[in-house]
């Protein structure tokens, strides 16, 4: 029996929590949900603000979780950065403004390769998260990233400009209504990074509400990290069992 995909729905996936050591000393929580049958790519997300209620449950990421193992092979890795909260738990350490997110987002990236042993690892980011993947993330071993409501809180030019000597993609998506920075506003401020692709959607908010939303995310992430997957199917096969 088919059935529509739902804000709630949750697809199959081999879940496991794990913990991650950053270089000065401090525990953070995550959980990656892999896929339980073919494997196309993974992707590591940057949550938003956490002192503003962001964490790597945030629902963007949370569904992403939720249906990329099981409708495009994509493995997602969660995290939280230093002292945010999630249900699963509080990463140890203080909020630092994105400084010392750098040994976070260093540390999780790494334990994708060396521990996970991921390949094709795509970094999303979304608000806040954004500025750590521009800021933090250039291990090379990764594939590119993938921004989701940009502010450019943080990040300053010369960060930017350091992403134009990056021969890897830098993929934003900007949404129409978005109160930080709109795509009119995005295409002046990312003006330095001039190989950056800026998709500008059409009546979507920073926060991404509602399942037309969350769907144009997924679906940008998935044509990036496995393309022969997309687009993504709107319902899926549920199996009922009568006893």
């Known amino acids: 029996m088919s059935e529509v995909i739902r804000a709630n729905t949750v697809l199959p996936s081999q879940r496991t929590n794990?913990?991650?050591?950053?270089?000065?000393?401090?525990?953070?929580?995550?959980?990656?949900?892999?896929?339980?049958?073919?494997?196309?790519?993974?992707?590591?997300?940057?949550?938003?603000?956490?002192?503003?209620?962001?964490?790597?449950?945030?629902?963007?990421?949370?569904?992403a979780a939720n249906r990329l193992p099981d409708l495009a092979g994509i493995a997602v890795v969660r995290f939280n950065t230093r002292g945010t909260t999630s249900e699963a738990g509080t990463s140890e350490g203080e909020f630092d403004n994105g400084k010392n997110e750098r040994l976070d987002v260093e540390a999780m990236i790494d334990y994708c390769f060396t521990e996970l042993q991921l390949t094709n690892l795509w970094i999303v980011g979304w608000s806040f998260g954004t500025d750590l993947a521009l800021q933090h993330a250039k291990d090379p071993r990764h594939k590119g990233l993938i921004l989701l409501s940009p502010p450019l809180r943080t990040t300053t030019r010369d960060e930017l400009l350091y992403w134009t000597t990056d021969p890897r993609p830098v993929v934003a998506l900007v949404p129409e209504f978005d109160e930080f920075l709109n795509p009119m506003q995005a295409m002046e401020r990312f003006a330095p990074l001039h190989t950056i692709e800026i998709i500008p959607v059409m009546e979507a908010k920073h926060l991404w509400v509602g399942?037309?939303?969350?769907?144009?995310?997924?679906?940008?992430?998935?044509?990036?990290?496995?393309?022969?997957?997309?687009?993504?199917?709107?319902?899926?096969?549920?199996?009922?069992?009568?006893?």
Do not use: W
Request: proline share 9%; hydrophobic share 40%.
């Open 18 to 63: 794990f913990r991650v050591k950053t270089a000065d000393g401090l525990s953070l929580i995550g959980e990656v949900a892999r896929p339980i049958g073919e494997y196309m790519g993974a992707i590591l997300c940057l949550h938003p603000l956490p002192t503003a209620g962001g964490m790597m449950d945030s629902h963007i990421f949370r569904k």
């Open 211 to 243: 399942e037309p939303s969350v769907a144009r995310v997924l679906n940008e992430i998935v044509l990036r990290v496995a393309p022969l997957k997309a687009p993504l199917p709107t319902h899926f096969q549920h199996t009922s069992q009568t006893s």
